[in-house]
């Protein structure tokens, strides 16, 4: 390295304000609630390219390996630790960086603008992949799933599904031949049927798949037969195309990328259980998250809550106008309704499909820290005047006795915890969402 800022291959290293706005513009929006800590840090040169920055919600990225400064990632929940099997933001984060490098010399000419509109899938699919063969498979697929989001077929939206693994195949045929055919779209319905490709685009089969007995935690219910394929057998991507042109990719089982009006967003899991505070109980918070994520692409909405020990008796004063619909106490049609179909069980133990089915019903649903129900489709009494949406401003109300989560019609996760003796809740966690003070009208 030279002291001209030249690495020995005589790319100049970008400048800081210069990464500072291509890491806000194309990595930040990557991860839901984060921020760019003002100005730079100093780093050492040939140090880690990403690392944290003394705690796990401070994430520092280096433009390239010999740079000797740092932009740093900051949010309230914390980053994935490494020891996590899962994809985590270093992941994601390096893929950035090694995306950039390869399209550095065109950045501060006139082709920049174009390179970096398509960037941010150049991200996703190297995050994803572990050879560039399978990291082409992924582009292609990702850009004929864009072209068939904003297309219909028959007058309907395209709905499709691809999985890919490492197989070799002969005498088969190359899915760009495939897509050049009009009948292609309708070839698989994009949650229960599949077309499966090797590393080099090559078609290897037609799978009907079967709704697995046990659902993988972190994927959409609607998709669960497609994130078991992906789990069965080691390197497996699967990439999907929903009828409201949502692109979402799965890897071992967990949804890991989707996209949704035209933006990405990372979907990590183990910080957000952590996150959310309460209960005690993991496998309460876990059929939380994993009703809030079937709610969210299901586009029915939800607002549910956790009353920590102490505080349920404060329910009844919050239910308005009818208290009758306290499940355990109330005598409403609703609460015997709700109390029977549940068999008295708590909410983890519920089929994930009737829990998807209760969360979609108007109102709150509202669980004490065993997971009990206490209610469902609960109003509660927010207070006037508030600007807030009614999920916003019921999550924020449940928030103040243990937790409150909103999900928007349009699919945004956010959630609010009362920490400890503090009055207020303050924002805990969200996915798919622009702000953790994100005000909605729904």
Known sequence: MSESGYSENLTPILEKEKFRQLVSDNLLP??????????????????????FRGHQCALGVKPRKDADYRVVIERSQPFADLSSTALTEHEVASAFV????????GIGTNFEEDLLTTIKRRIVAKAVSSSQDQERSVLRIIDQLAKWSTSLYEGNPISAAYGIEDVRVRRTVHL????????SPVMTNGYDTILISNYNGQLVQYLPLAIPPRLPPYAP??????????????????????????????????????????????????????QMGCPQNKSVRR??????????????????????????SKLAKELAPNKKDHIRKGKSVKARFVHRISKGKEFQKLDRRLRQELLAIDGATILDYQGRILAV???????????????????????????????????????????????DPKPTFNLMSSSLWEESDD
């Open 221 to 274: 219910l609607r998709v669960a037969a497609v994130a078991s394929w992906s789990i069965d057998k080691p390197g497996r991507t699967a990439l999907l195309l929903n009828r409201l042109g949502e692109i979402l990719i799965i890897k071992d089982g967990q949804l890991v990328f989707t996209r949704r009006s035209g933006n990405w967003h990372f979907m990590v899991y183990s910080p957000v259980i952590t």
């Open 287 to 312: 059929a939380i998250l994993e009703s809030c994520l079937d709610a969210s692409f299901a586009r029915t909405g939800a607002c549910i809550g956790v009353m920590v020990g102490g505080e349920e």
């Open 377 to 423: 489709g609960a109003i509660l009494k927010v207070t006037e005047g508030s600007s807030a949406g009614g999920r916003h401003a019921a999550a924020i109300k449940l928030g103040k006795f243990g937790l409150g989560i909103k999900v928007s019609e349009d699919g945004g996760i956010e959630a609010y915890h009362r920490p400890g003796k503090v009055k």
């Open 176 to 183: 760009e031949e495939l897509w050049h055919e009009k009948f």
């Open 30 to 51: 990557l991860f839901s609630g984060a921020r760019l800590k003002s100005g730079t840090d100093q780093a050492k040169r040939n140090s880690e390219v990403v690392a």
């Open 98 to 105: 090694s995306s950039l490098e390869e399209i550095q010399d």
